[in-house]
């Protein structure tokens, strides 16, 4: 019978931006969903608005969170820094390869952090976070005048004798139309990549956990509950491991 060993593989902050984003992101998916078909559900213009403010509040947990998350990528443990999580770097091409061959024969490589193939679609999944995040804010700024761009919005297009600060949501007789439209232009191309980057983020979660799930029952190494406790349990050394210290 093979001998099984734990690996001290996520620290503390890691496995903390990871839960905290896994309710962030499941909170705004609920709550756009319902701002998208907030006219077949019957919601006001009123209801409309509190749930852009509940919807905006979650997007600052999220944005606050991710951005420590990129920080930590430099300054935390081996497998939670950028040469860890993004494809790339020295030997990667030839450690994917590997995987990849020995994934097809039925025998995977076990890693303790992410193998070479989910380092592509983790690399990504980033990417489209920040995306949302950075449109997310802009447009909590076009809809309802939150920061950080909300005074600035509010100042462009409040209409002459309108204190810009007294500027409220679909409320057009306050807004100088010229200066409204042109706000529209500026905000068509954020609300694009916030649309479609949400989509392409409910699919990457669908892959995510598909990926986790078909990994556990191929490799092992109890995935998820390592995601609580920061041990991975494997039974041979994993690949891409060096040293019991980090």
Request: hydrophobic share 50%; net charge positive; with cysteine.
């Amino acid at each position: 019978m093979p001998e099984l060993k734990h690996y001290r593989v996520w620290d503390a902050p890691t496995r903390w931006f990871h839960w905290i984003n896994v309710l962030c992101v499941l909170g705004l998916i609920a709550i756009g969903v319902a701002i998208l078909n907030a006219k077949p559900l019957g919601i006001t213009n009123d209801g409309k608005v509190l749930l852009k403010e509940i919807h905006v509040w979650f997007g600052y947990v999220f944005a606050v969170n991710l951005s420590w998350r990129l920080v930590w990528a430099f300054i935390g443990n081996r497998h939670a820094r950028w040469s860890a999580i993004l494809p790339g770097g020295s030997g990667y091409g030839r450690a994917l390869n590997e995987y990849v061959r020995a994934l097809l024969s039925g025998r995977p490589r076990q890693y303790a952090g992410h193998n070479p193939l989910a380092r592509i679609s983790i690399a990504l999944l980033f990417l489209l976070l920040v995306v949302q995040a950075v449109s997310g804010l802009v447009l909590a700024g076009t809809d309802i005048f939150y920061p950080p761009l909300g005074s600035w919005i509010a100042g462009w297009v409040a209409a002459a004798g309108v204190d810009p600060a007294q500027l409220r949501p679909y409320s057009p007789e306050m807004y100088d139309a010229a200066a409204w439209e042109e706000m529209r232009a500026f905000r068509k191309p954020f609300i694009t990549a916030h649309y479609y980057s949400f989509y392409a983020i409910v699919v990457m979660i669908v892959a995510h956990v598909a990926g986790v799930v078909m990994t556990e029952l191929k490799e092992g190494g109890n995935i998820i509950s390592a995601m609580f406790t920061g041990k991975k349990t494997l039974e041979d050394k994993p690949a891409d491991w060096t040293s019991q210290t980090d």
